[in-house]
């Protein structure tokens, strides 16, 4: 299982060193137990690329079964540890907060009736300061998902769901009838942002700074009603996670996908070491959720 867990976690980071990062080994022991995989498997899984690496059809197959079995192994290990009386204590970014908590919470507490959450919204910077004091037991975070900030902290951190991040544009834009839409035709618009230093704004900024363009601020917003209201206005053009529209009015604004893709990627971070079956049971209903 420890191989192919470290298998699922190369095609999903693309990467056997961020796999190695994102599971606390050595890259070393990453190679060699993808080695060994592939000797047991009978045929290659990953295609070693001077980049990173990329899964054959496979791997691929086998990855999707991987990351099964290993939430099957999570629950079983919930339902063996049965009733843990006590409280979880959750700090999570807005977004997250009203997109995803509502439907967590209901599922946790059908699970583990014995067991209480509490949840703070906080920014990520915020809610990792609060795990760093103790104050909570798990911050739920995002960041650009080509980065991998939590990789060598004090934590371990849980994979959740990659989100894609979308552009919001005036219904009426040149770009609107576009299935998907490339950054750089959009060097020219005003842009809405999020505020500086906040992880949607740094997304945004390498964004845009990969399709070879600074952006041209006009305005910032901390809050996605207000970037929407803006952008159906036809005073510019935003790039927003899906989760931070989910229930929002988008009247007057089209939604499209980017060439190349972009997400938003969230994880769930816990001390290093900790392994109560409650906070496991919290992560898997969380990924769930998030998987849709």
């Known amino acids: 299982m420890r191989r192919l867990e470290v298998l699922a976690a190369a095609v999903r980071e693309r990467s056997l060193a961020a796999a190695a990062r994102s599971l606390g080994i050595t890259p070393s022991a990453a190679s060699q137990a993808i080695a060994a995989l592939e000797v047991q498997a009978g045929t290659p899984l990953l295609v070693r690329r001077t980049r990173g690496v990329v899964p054959t059809p496979a791997g691929e197959r086998l990855a ?12 079983a290990e919930l339902e063996l540890a049965g009733p843990h009386p006590g409280l979880i204590r959750i700090a999570a970014f807005p977004t997250a907060v009203y997109g995803l908590m ?20 906080l920014e990520p910077d915020d809610a990792r300061a609060a795990l760093r004091a103790g104050s909570v037991d798990i911050a739920v975070v995002n960041h650009d998902a080509s980065l991998s900030p939590d990789a060598n902290g004090p934590f ?27 950054l750089p035709r959009l060097k020219d618009d005003r842009w809405v942002m999020q505020t500086p230093g906040s992880p949607c704004q740094q997304l945004a900024m390498h964004a845009c700074a990969e399709a070879g363009f600074a952006p041209s601020v006009s305005a910032i917003c901390g809050d996605y009603r207000s970037i929407l209201a803006l952008v159906a206005s036809g005073y510019g053009v935003a790039l927003t996670p899906l989760l931070a529209v989910k229930g929002l009015a988008t009247d007057g604004v089209a939604l499209r996908p980017t060439r190349p893709a972009i997400t938003r990627r969230i994880n769930a971070l816990v001390p290093g070491g900790r392994t109560d079956p409650s906070i496991t049971g919290f992560l898997r209903i969380l990924r769930s959720v998030a998987a849709g």
Not at 162 to 168: I, L, Q, S, Y
């Open 102 to 121: 509502p439907s967590v919470t209901s599922g946790f507490h059908e699970e583990l009736p014995h067991t209480s959450l509490e949840i703070t919204e």
């Open 64 to 75: 999707l079964r991987a990351e099964a079995m290993l939430a099957g192994l999570e629950a």
């Open 156 to 182: 371990r951190s849980h994979y959740i769901v990659d989100e894609p991040v979308v552009v919001a544009m005036p219904a009426d834009h040149p770009q609107a009838a576009a299935r998907r839409v490339e």
